[in-house]
């Protein structure tokens, strides 16, 4: 599977997921280079992030990472290591992030747009 097929495929499933990019996303336009992780979090109650009244754990149970550019999108790799994802921060302040498809549908996702957790990231992954 190409990694545009696999992150179409992530954006139309279910599930708990933050996404954070470098820049908006907007698949349509695969020359632009643009870094994107993808968190997948517990699945579970969604009140408070999964946490019962703000407490709790939020953590990341895997996590994909996508480069596009230069006409393609690739995925990089793809992490479930608890060593490794426990040096990650989840951003507190994620809010609903529209991700355009390649044929310009709209997709609200819970994410951000910060080139500093996309640099963390790939310094704790390196």
Same mark, same amino acid.
């Given at each position: 599977?190409?990694?545009? *097929?696999?992150?179409?495929?992530?954006?139309?499933?279910?599930?708990?997921? =933050? %996404? =954070? +990019?470098?820049?908006? =996303?907007? /698949?349509?336009?695969?020359?632009?280079?643009?870094?994107?992780?993808?968190?997948?979090?517990?699945?579970?109650?969604?009140? +408070?992030?999964?946490?019962?009244?703000?407490?709790?754990?939020?953590?990341?149970?895997? /996590? %994909?990472?996508?480069?596009?550019?230069?006409?393609?999108? *690739?995925?990089?790799?793809?992490?479930?290591?608890?060593?490794? /994802?426990?040096?990650?921060? /989840?951003? %507190?302040? +994620? *809010?609903?992030?529209?991700?355009?498809? +390649?044929?310009?549908?709209?997709?609200?996702? &819970?994410?951000?747009?910060?080139? &500093?957790?996309? &640099? &963390?990231?790939?310094?704790?992954?390196?």
């Amino acid at each position: 599977m190409d990694g545009l *097929t696999e992150l179409l495929g992530l954006l139309a499933s279910k599930g708990r997921r =933050v %996404y =954070v +990019a470098e820049k908006p =996303v907007d /698949l349509r336009d695969l020359n632009t280079p643009n870094v994107i992780y993808i968190l997948q979090l517990p699945d579970g109650s969604t009140a +408070a992030g999964g946490r019962g009244g703000g407490f709790g754990e939020r953590r990341i149970i895997r /996590l %994909y990472q996508f480069e596009c550019g230069a006409g393609t999108c *690739t995925k990089i790799g793809e992490v479930d290591d608890d060593v490794k /994802l426990d040096l990650l921060d /989840l951003p %507190y302040h +994620a *809010t609903a992030m529209p991700i355009l498809d +390649a044929e310009g549908n709209e997709k609200l996702v &819970s994410g951000v747009i910060d080139p &500093s957790f996309v &640099s &963390s990231y790939r310094q704790a992954l390196a």
